[in-house]
């Protein structure tokens, strides 16, 4: 399918080529595709996502396939991907692919921090909670709600490179944890022991 844009599309499900293929290293667009897009083969290209950003891919033929090569995996894992959801791919004569993510629902899924700027202020919280919990969850399954609300204290940008940087939220977890359990040591010493650091402190 070509638009007035000279654009050509291919729409599938991920589903439909092979569940594996979202954590593999690489991605194959159905055979007709290849004729499609005759001077993008054995080339570097990229994957451009809703919100604009690249991610650098090479293309081959693997079995009469088109394959996205050096790239792919990354791509799935920072769009957390899932079988089911439906990829748009649009290819311009620039040699890149434009890719629409479409959810299990039908519905168009943007990318966070794209989403965030269309959102009114009193939901930017919940969304940034609501992607927020399930990650604080896997490090601090016993105090997650808590965790996560004393995060979505900083600042947006920095909530969301959280989201982004699985070492950068452990860390910040780790130190959200520590603040806690200090707070929880404060509190469970008696008057007494209070008044006795004090006056060691002095």
Not at 35 to 59: C, F
């Amino acid at each position: 399918m070509k638009n007035n844009a000279g654009i050509s599309q291919l729409e599938f499900k991920a589903a439909s080529v092979e569940e594996i293929s979202l954590f593999s290293l690489e991605f194959y667009l159905p055979a007709g595709f290849v004729k499609k897009v005759p001077n993008a083969i054995d080339r570097q290209s990229y994957l451009e996502d809703s919100t604009g950003q690249r991610w650098p891919v090479t293309l081959s033929i693997g079995d009469g396939y088109l394959a996205i090569q050096k790239g792919w995996h990354k791509f799935a894992v920072d769009h957390r991907l899932e079988v089911g959801e439906l990829l748009l791919f649009s290819y311009t004569k620039g040699c890149h692919f434009v890719v629409q993510i479409f959810g299990t629902d039908g519905c168009e899924r943007l990318n966070l921090a794209s989403a965030l700027a269309y959102a009114p202020p009193t939901e930017q919280r919940t969304m940034l909670g609501e992607n927020l919990y399930p990650l604080v969850e896997q490090l601090e399954p016993d105090t997650a709600a808590k965790v996560t609300g004393m995060l979505l204290e900083m600042d947006q940008t920095e909530v969301l490179h959280l989201l982004e940087s699985p070492e950068a939220l452990k860390a910040k977890v780790a130190e959200a944890m520590e603040v806690l359990r200090n707070v929880s040591k404060q509190q469970a010493s008696s008057p007494a022991e209070q008044l006795a650091s004090l006056a060691l402190n002095e």
